[in-house]
């Protein structure tokens, strides 16, 4: 009864336990139970990428109404793995989160704010899971909302504004992604993404169907911070609380990838949008360009959440680069790629959330002599710095290794050395860090620090071990990604 | 091409750059929340526009009055633009939200005023 | 001992060395006896390989798989038992000579370098046993990365530039160079393991060969081959144990190991040879040899001169790759054991007499010769298998490498080996000659008789000027080791 019930449980758990979490109102017991659900969804979301795993992809009809006219869960491999990432990383960030939002967020609201975490989760993981264009955009709101609230709790009066310019771009970005689905019903007459993907190329050279095509990957490039849409992310993840960030930047934006995947590659999978249309080509130039731009910004940000967020933009880019090759290869190394990230970025942004709590800043001059003072932390720091970079036996390298192959392979070798430029840009940004933590002394009247506590830390190394495990063996990521590759490029189902 | 058939979507077009211009150019939060609304405001109509069957009648089965009746609108755009117009006003109510508290903080909702405010911050740290 | 276990526990001993020595750093005399234990078991597990290998064995060991296809695997051949036997001997010879050095010197964080140092060896071995490309390039780039710390060892903000320059130029040519080679190369054959006889050949146009030569020889950038030099006289702001072991032995080592290895492994001496796409880098690395030793001769600073003078020696063994003939190549198996027992003694030397006198400028190091006579000594021999002369060793490597340039017909390569080697005289024996010969700058104070550096160094100097001695009449097992790479 569980086991055939688990998609719906999936997105529903969370989904009612938000309210329920309001009732509680103590903040330790808050947590607790967020915590409880939150590691539920991850028990659930990996029970459902075995099963896929074995016996391919698992479609639930909710209320019993068949699909196209009912709402359809679609389980397949790539969105498993999705429903694994963004359950995995709340786990974690969920360990990290009890002191880091005890010393962020005002007492009487951490309840609230556990709230909405649990709305926002159930938000993405809902994207992830549902077989429905138009559900998609409720659940898109309902993580979209809960972000912008989330956002706007940071400590920072800019928080609120950034909170602010985060919900126009959002509302924006998501109209554009309903005009979209209106344009496609309109000529298709359904919602359900496999029933999409059937009729949608009978109808795929009239300008409706082009107007939707544009519309849509417009807004979800909005929403996933594609240069040069991604204004509102900087400032989005420098000011909020530090496990905001944290959970954000390794879940939100690597949903929207998610989307835009589906998008191109299920929904117009019969239609030749990369290459007939001129998508792929944009996609990659503009990826180019967000690699480029965006590792340069961060050079020179005092601000290192906010460094890391224009990094964020740029390993986007990497993202985007691989979809936009449109083949095995580099699906499967942007699929990779969302995976090796967001593990790496929200091992990244915890180390962020450590220092605030024992030094009060992340500018950069605050990091002076931290590698004494906080050896564990910025220890964290410098191996997920090198998978940032890209160094081998490190998440990043795998990455590196499949978008600098798939560009080789179809013999575009100037993107192959535009990858590995800009993730020579990567060291610069990530070794100013380290300098200043290691070669610089501390300001003689910093004072007395302890290491982060001990949830925070386990918290922080499960990621790093993770961004360091996943690299040295990096089969089992590589088979899902690979698998997922394979069933959207040449299966297509 | 038949004037009113496409005139719905002439004014959703007209009506969505207006919200689209409004968003963009004002810097006044408050009227920015507006042009988001208008925005949206021009999906909806988008949407009911596109339900409309020509000689359609309203999707309500009536024992006894609709007889002779073949063609309805169709039903479903009504139900999502339902679920989008809610998705719009919980929108527009926390944007509004937090118009308040950045009043609060900046004692101003005017976009310039608050970015010469944050740019003065940032140099002081 | 099952000889895949014997290559895993390469890698594992200095492993477990760095742990036990960071657990063992409140005790200067323990860390220091787990250092030297960890060195002599490195060398006895290298040394229990070579008879086997010598008799033909290439024992192998795949650790597991880390892309699909692609493993982490070991492999032990000829060239990399000479390397790993190299490394691993010196490691040994240096441990003894940083625990006189350190505590004469009174470094910091001791614990902290002999950790890093361990890390750096159990890489070095990595390098040396890889069984593919992947393998070998990951421990090339943790060679890097955990010699970082003993470059910057000290700290200070002359280290922490010097520091970026290191980093810089290593990472940006292995990831921006290197790593391209090395996609494109499996994407061009499917396989990234060293065969015998290469595994490029008949897969690409001539022109994509020389591109690829090209991207790996510039790619592999511990060989200082110009213009990526810079990174090597930067890195001297290390203490002097790290110049010695990791600037004369493992990191350069390490890089003109690996430009040997992909000529004959991936590439194919034969394959190369018909092509002629290596010739112009035979230019490039000619220049090298010449301009470094021009630049050598303008320092004024012992261990600058020195690192120019390395830069000139690797290039040497690159010359030997690029001119791609079995001869050649063995020359340059051959210069690489010659010259890094030459170069360590060098460093040894300069660091005891930083230590004992406080001197670093060879203009300040009249007359030291009189105090420091076994150390005086030691440069001298040192000096002059570097230039190449009978009876030391270091004749032996050039002696090849001026065969394999008969060979491949190219007589301006041998002149430029003399030419190098006359020049080579006229930087390296001034400092011995000034030492024995000149009076003492007047004014200054040398200490009354003889006063050595502490006896750790002493010894240290003493069995690597022995070595250069012994090698020169015992090189036949090295010599027939090298000839193996090609009989198969």
Redesign the interface.
Known sequence: MIAANLPILQVIAPLLSAPLCVLLRRPGAAWAFALAVTWASFAIALTLLSQVLESGPISYEIGGWAAPFGIEYRVDMISAFVLVIVSAIGSAIMLFARHSVASEIRRERIYLFYAMYLLCLSGLLGIAITGDT?NL??FL?ISS?SS??LI?LGQD??A??A??RY??MG??G??FY??GV?LM??MTGT?NIADLAVRLPAVASTTTILAALAFLTVGISLKLALFPLHAWLPGAYAYAPSMVTAFMAATATKVAVYILIRILFTIFGGVDVMAGMHVGVILTGLAVIAMFAASTTAIFQ?NLKRMLAYSSVAQIGYIILGISFASETGLAGGIIHLFNHAVTKSALFMVMGCVVLRVGSV?IRAFDGLGARMPLTMAAFVIAG?SL?????TVGF?S??YL??AA??KGW?PI??VV??S??LA?IYV?RVV?AA??RPAAADAPEISEAPASMLIALWLMTGASVYFG????RT??VA?GAAKLLLVDRI | MEFPGLFNYWIVIVLMMTGFYIVMAHGNLIKKIVGLNVFQVSVFVFYISMSKVKGGTAPILRPGLDEGVEVYANPLPHVLILTAIVVAVATTALALSLIVRIREEYGSIEEDEIIAQENNQEEDQ | MNPGSAILLALAVPLTGAVLISRTGFSPNLREGVTLTTAGVLFALVASLFGEVFAGARPEVVLFQMLPGLNIAFKVEPLGMVFAGVASFLWLVTSIYSIGYMRGHNEKNQTRFYAFFAIALSAAMGVAFAGNMLTLFIFYEILTLSTFPLVTHSGSSAAKRSGRIYLGLLLGTSIGLQLIAIIWTWTLTGTLDFQAGGILEGKAAKGVIGVLLALYVFGIGKTALMPFHRWLPAAMVAPTPVSALLHAVAVVKAGVFTVLKVTVYIFGVDFLAELGVSDWLQYIAAATILIATLVAMTQNNLKAMLAYSTISQLSYIVLGAMLVNEISIVGGGMHLVMHAFAKITLFFCAGAIMVTLHKTEISDMKGIGRTMPITCAAFLIASLSIIGLPPFGGMWGKWYLALGALEADKLVMVGVLMLSSLLSMTYLLPVPLRAFFSKPIAGEELPEGIKEAPWPCLLAIAITSASILLLFFFSGPILAMLQLIFTR
Not at chain 1, 389 to 393: A, D, E, H, Q
Not at chain 1, 472 to 475: F, M, R, S
């Open positions: 138009f955009f409720v709101e909302l912008y609230v706007s009066k800019r609120l504004t909170a602010f919900l126009v509302a924006i998501a109209t309903i005009i209106g019903y309109m919602l005092p500018n090198l970079i890209g160094i081998p036996l795998i590196k290794w600098i192959l080789l392979e070798w192959a050395v590995v430029l993730s020579l060291v070794w300098e290691y070669f040295v063996d990096a089969t590589l088979d690979l």
